[in-house]
């Protein structure tokens, strides 16, 4: 065979090849590995953390807000204007615990009938969670855990009750919680019989700074209204420890303002 004829056996099955590696679509494992990517549950690091949750769905209007809202939460508490009087009633009963824990928090689910009165609107309290560290900032100091009392309304309007928590004395009513976290992720357990109270879990004092936000985990839905409660509370340091042997890290950065104005009042 000459060299000639060679040349035109292999040149069009050349040519055939480069034609389908064009045309062909994508490797599999590549479209897998995008579909993954999609679909993954966010986080709180790497590529499913804070900065990445608004590309996690496939249907990104689902996150839209963790990219484009401009009224987020948390925030860092600076520049505090004034002080008004707006008395916050309170009205919690107790509660068996129902607790879960989702890899994103540690989160306990209250009966109906707890709720507190803002204006003249009711906020069922529904659920508390808790973040190690601080999501809110106040002038800049970051606390090691913060506890969100999340209250809403039959139309889906959010007011969440945040209290901040300062390294000290021995918590009893947390360690009622702490010794009843689920090991098995997103299983919840129910203590009927074991009572709990969220008024054991907020300071004496109700002063508090008000402004306007968002959830601070996916959807990020925004119009939020957050009460951040002045005085921490105290849990033990052994106390901070343990939350860590199942969440080490679910606090989302602080968000900007974007001319938002924060009040304080009581």
Partial sequence: MTGYTKFKIIYPVVILVLLLSITMPPPLFTQAREESFLHQPWGYEGGTGPEHWGEMEQDHEKHLMCREGVHQS??????????????LNIDYSVSPIQITNNTHTIQVKYQPGSFIVLGDEIFELIQFHFHHPSEHLVNGKKFPMEIHLVHKTQDNEYVIIAVLVEAGKFNPWVQTIWDRIPTKIDKEIVYEHQMISANNLLPQSREYSHYIGSLTTPPCTENVTWLVLEEPVEFSESQLKYFKKFIDHNARPVQKLHHRIIVKLR
């Fill in 74 to 87: 948390p925030v860092d508490l600076r520049n505090v204007q004034g002080l008004h009087l707006s008395r």
